[in-house]
């Protein structure tokens, strides 16, 4: 991010920079700020919330710069402002492990140490420590999120509903045309399409946001707002990191899509007032659902190596997350493995994805015949294909990635820093930067979730207190 925000390495190892962005100096003629914003929280309006531990700084070459955790702001309610050491990296190496799979996301700039101790009950169940205050500077087109527009909507404030609303279009969708009606129309459309495409991302990488609560929704369709997101081992569509959310799992993986879905009808209803027509706003929305079943087979042919479309792709599909259900295999290993399969010898299918069983002595019976027809299906399906095995091999490794930023390596870059070594928080941002490679010096971290991790507090089991 030091780059296109325009510092050099002297900049960022200046006594200037530090104190900018720990908030201990304003930057000249900017006027920091913290925006008021409202929000549905797991279903229920919550009305207004804003930024309580964020403070934009201002623009550095249109991008926003801002601190979280630099203390309170007129938003922070009965809290603190802060933000602790643990969350803070988790933050800066995932949101900067996004945007290298190619997923729109905020970025970090920086992560400090404050120096302060703060109190948080990790799992709000009675037992509050103290842990190393920190802040991450982090950078965005924008931090606007559709609660921005829902609190002037909820408040009846269609004045400032517009300037927003016109803001936001002329700034940030200036090509959609002079704001009016119509283009209202189409910025909504807009907003849906990149909501999409980010929970679409999502559900390629097996990434599971854990709080997609409509203040967490950036108007930009970037992955905002790092809190108890995990990333899934065992593929399991009803899996969340949250155990805030551990009764209903609203925010599971695999009803992310219609969270977003349900998210985009409350910004609908925000942006109604500037509209005055229901039907326009519900055939976008109506197009959402459409979209997504296209764009989901799209991605999952993708995964699978499949670039013509065949009609019966969704029942491979299908048939293969039957499968993957069943019995718990680690995700991003078995499709990193599958791309190495050869449809010329589907019985060595099951010895190539061996490694990415958890439990491989489950593998028997009915379970293992139902895994064997999977890949006599898969194979007879790549004839069809005309592509060359060593390019279906490539194309398929830049769909699924080698690394991902697995919920245990976060947690032991965080128990080394708050030790005060901070080689392994180095150590996993350099070989998040390219999680599409070989990488064989860090082949060490291609391997399944130990099992010491499993119910481990950090690791699987995670909750909003950050
Ligand atoms: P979240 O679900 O973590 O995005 O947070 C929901 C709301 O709580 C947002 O308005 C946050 O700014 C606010 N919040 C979370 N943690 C703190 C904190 N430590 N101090 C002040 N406000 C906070
Ligand atoms: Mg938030």
């Known amino acids: 991010m030091q780059q296109e925000l325009g510092f050099s390495d002297e900049d960022i190892q200046s006594k200037e920079f530090l104190l900018y962005v720990t908030g201990n100096a304003n930057i ?44 309170p702001t007129p938003y922070s309610r009965t809290a603190d402002g802060l933000a602790v050491l643990r969350s803070s990296i988790r933050e800066y190496l995932c949101s900067e492990a996004m945007h290298h799979l190619g997923i729109p ?50 408040r009846n404030d269609l004045k ?8 936001t279009i002329k700034n940030h969708f200036p090509r959609l045309g002079n704001p009016c009606k119509e283009v209202y129309l189409k910025f909504f459309q807009e907003v849906t399409n990149k909501t999409l495409e980010m929970i679409i991302h999502w559900q390629r990488v097996g990434f599971v946001h854990g709080v997609m609560n409509t203040d967490n929704m950036s108007i930009l369709g970037l992955t905002i707002d790092y809190g108890p997101y995990g990333w899934l081992e065992g593929f399991d569509l009803g899996w969340t990191p949250n155990t805030t959310d551990k009764q209903h799992k609203r925010y599971r993986y695999g009803n ?25 706003l519900e055939k976008i929305l109506e197009g959402y659902k459409s979209s997504f079943a296209q764009k989901s087979l799209e991605m999952m042919r993708a995964k699978l190596g499949l670039f013509l ?81 060593e390019e279906r091999e490539q194309r398929m490794k830049t769909t699924n990635p080698k690394y991902v930023l697995r919920n245990y390596m976060a947690q032991l870059a965080i128990d080394k820093a708050d030790k005060g070594d901070v080689s392994l928080v180095k150590e996993v941002y350099e070989l998040l930067k390219k999680p599409y490679s070989e990488q064989p010096e860090f082949e060490h971290w291609f391997a399944k979730r130990p099992e010491w991790a ?13």
């Open 454 to 466: 499993r119910h481990k507090v950090g690791c699987s089991m995670l909750s909003c207190s950050s």
């Open 160 to 167: 400032n509903l517009k300037t927003l609303t016109d803001y």
């Open 105 to 154: 996301s905020t970025r970090s700039l920086s992560i400090s140490l404050t120096g302060d101790q703060v109190l948080r009950d990790v799992l709000y169940n009675g037992n509050p420590a103290y842990e190393k205050g920190a802040i991450v500077s982090r950078v965005a087109k924008t931090f606007l999120r559709f609660g921005n527009f829902e609190i002037f909507a909820a």
């Open 256 to 280: 992310q899509p219609n969270i977003g879905l349900w998210n985009l009808y409350q910004l609908a209803n925000a942006l109604y007032p500037l509209i005055n027509a229901a039907a326009p």
């Open 28 to 71: 000249e003629n900017s006027k920091p700020f913290a925006m008021c914003y409202a929000g549905h929280q797991f279903g229920n309006w919550a009305g207004q919330l804003g930024d309580g531990r964020a403070i934009n700084l201002g623009e550095i070459k249109n991008w926003a710069l801002q601190l979280k955790g630099a203390g």
């Open 309 to 389: 479309a065949e009609k019966t792709d969704i029942n491979l599909i299908q048939s293969l997350e039957d499968n993957l259900q069943v019995i718990e295999i680690d995700m991003t290993i078995f499709f990193r493995l599958l791309s190495s399969f050869k449809k010329e010898q589907p019985e060595k299918g099951i010895e190539l994805i061996q490694d990415a069983f958890y439990t491989p002595d489950k593998l028997v019976g009915e379970i293992l015949n139902d895994w064997k027809h999977w890949f006599d299906s898969y194979a007879k399906r790549l004839e069809k294909e005309n592509i060359s095995y």
